[in-house]
């Protein structure tokens, strides 16, 4: 017998940032996720969210779009409140507690224990793919995750709140810190949503499922 309308599983909402960046992407990756993405731009779009996610693009731009749309306040409360958030590349400096290289006045949403250093790798000609291994995501002692890095910050220091996931295995680069996660939140240097690669994407719905 088939199973009745309301016994079919619904996914967590989550919200995907949708002032600048990989916003479409995200939404992609949610959904094959088994999330239901939303885009949000005001304030009222953060009602009935179970998290969000803060996507890649220039993070200086999208902190004074945040501040112009009047949604950094309410995003930084309800982040502090415990919505479980994922930020990728600009997304993790505007989840960081500290920038450097940023320019003057530039904020973050905060609730990260780290330091992030912002173009830590270089201008967008010195963008790069590696293969990294993440802590908690599916298959990654088998199966390393392919990471793209666009004018991406890293971890310069991470506090005792935050635990590393991941960190470049080879090259100049090898060492530095480009996965993190404390709590409900979590942060990559890279871009996984243009790989195809849902796996960071599913690692953080089953944090929001677990939130919930």
């Given at each position: 017998m088939s199973a009745a309308p309301y016994d079919v599983p619904v996914g967590p909402t989550i919200g995907v940032l949708a002032l600048q960046g990989d916003v479409r992407e995200h939404v992609t990756a949610l959904e094959a996720s088994g999330a239901r993405a939303v885009l949000v731009r005001r304030e009222r779009e953060l009602e009935g969210l179970d998290g969000i996610v803060l996507p890649g693009g220039e993070s200086t731009t999208i902190d004074k779009l945040l501040r112009a749309f009047e949604l950094a306040e309410p995003l930084r409360d309800r982040i502090a409140s415990g919505l479980p958030a994922y930020g990728s590349c600009a997304g993790m400096i505007l989840l960081a507690d500290r920038v450097l290289?940023?320019?003057?006045?530039?904020q973050t949403l905060g609730g990260l224990d780290i330091t992030v250093r912002r173009n830590a790798f270089g201008r967008q000609v010195d963008?790069?793919?590696?293969?990294?291994?993440?802590?908690?995501?599916?298959?990654?002692?088998?199966?390393?995750m392919h990471a793209v890095f666009i004018r991406a910050p890293w971890v310069e220091?991470?506090?005792?709140?935050?635990?590393?996931?991941?960190?470049v295995a080879t090259g100049p680069a090898a060492g530095r810190i480009v996965a993190v996660r404390q709590g409900r939140l979590v942060a990559t240097s890279f871009h996984p949503e243009v790989t195809g690669d849902t796996r960071v994407h599913r690692m953080f719905v089953r944090i929001v499922c677990e939130s919930l």
């Open positions: 290289e940023g320019i003057p006045g530039q963008s790069f793919e590696t293969d990294l291994t993440i802590e908690g995501i599916d298959d990654s002692a088998t199966r390393p220091e991470v506090g005792p709140a935050a635990t590393v996931l991941g960190a």
